[in-house]
């Protein structure tokens, strides 16, 4: 059974930085990919960053485009491709969410963004950007 756990969330500045990181354990060759969603209050979830390792060894990263995020966030991974960061510059106070961590076996451009791609969800980490 595959298992996550989301850490680093808490209170930030506007303009600070930020990493969260999702720690996967258990049976972890299905959680090839990982990703970060987001749910603000009284708003859809909306997906963030997720990053992929594929079968040859590749990894692929997605970060979204929308202007929420977009040229603030990256995501990346450690040796052993089972804790994935998500670092966010430039914090603002619509960053303010509760973010969630989401394990899949698979994901590409069309899907890392879709909550139904992934079988795996953390419990959520709280993060609130103040001025």
């Known amino acids: 059974q595959l298992q996550l756990a989301e850490s680093g969330g808490g209170s930030a500045q506007v303009g600070e930085s930020l990493r969260l990181s999702c720690a996967a354990s258990g049976n972890t060759r299905t959680a090839n990919c990982l990703a970060w969603f987001r749910q603000s209050l009284g708003k859809e979830r909306e997906g963030v960053a997720a990053?992929?390792?594929?079968?040859?060894?590749?990894?692929?990263?997605?970060?979204s485009d929308s202007d929420s995020v977009k040229g603030r966030v990256t995501i990346s991974q450690d040796h052993d491709k089972t804790i994935a960061y998500l670092h966010m510059d430039s914090l603002k106070p619509e960053d303010t969410a509760v973010y969630y961590c989401?394990?899949?076996?698979?994901?590409?451009?069309?899907?890392?963004?879709?909550?139904?791609?992934?079988?795996?969800w953390g419990q959520g980490t709280q993060v609130t950007v103040s001025s």
């Open positions: 989401a394990a899949g076996f698979h994901c590409n451009t069309a899907t890392w963004n879709r909550g139904w791609n992934f079988d795996t």
């Open positions: 990053i992929y390792r594929g079968s040859s060894g590749t990894t692929y990263t997605y970060v």
